[in-house]
């Protein structure tokens, strides 16, 4: 009997494991799976590229409709899984409200709720393993 009910837990605990994940990645539109897992590239041709390049859009114009935003150049970026990471980083930043980036275009957008300094920005795609160049208002 306890044995049963150690196996059903288990069970019970992979399967919502994989209920929040499979969530998580609907909700930022497959941005955490690096591409290369299904198809080998980010060619555009894919269906993943398109769901990208539609979540960038979304996040872009809500992003402009911030009165203080920053574009800003990003080194190193060659897939999903990198933009999750520069987005996640900087949206981790006191002040950053949303935060978009782009493989085709190499950079990062950022929405900011209140004036922020662009080293503290630089810091936070360095800090997430990414080169930081030229942020423009």
């Given amino acids: ?5 150690v196996i059903l ?5 992979a399967a919502f494991g ?6 998580y990645r609907s909700f ?10 299904e198809c080998g590239s980010c060619s555009g041709s894919c269906n993943k590229q398109k769901l990208l390049d539609d979540s ?17 150049d990003v080194g190193g970026m060659t897939c999903e899984k990198c933009i999750y990471k520069v987005v996640r980083a ?20 950022v929405g900011l709720k209140e004036n922020i ?3 503290v920005l630089r ?5 997430a393993g990414y080169t930081a160049g030229a942020i423009m208002a």
């Fill in 90 to 109: 900087l949206e981790k930043v006191d002040g950053v409200t949303i935060a978009a980036a782009s493989l085709e275009k190499q950079s990062a957008l």
């Fill in 117 to 119: 300094s662009d080293d």
């Fill in 28 to 37: 930022f539109k497959s941005e955490a799976a690096c591409c290369s897992e």
């Fill in 1 to 5: 009997m306890m044995i049963a009910t």
């Fill in 56 to 72: 960038y859009r979304v996040r872009a114009e809500k992003i402009e409709k911030f009165p203080i935003h920053r574009e800003i």
């Fill in 123 to 127: 810091e936070a795609i360095n800090r």
């Fill in 9 to 13: 837990g288990i069970l019970i605990a």
């Fill in 18 to 23: 994989f209920g929040v994940r499979k969530a």
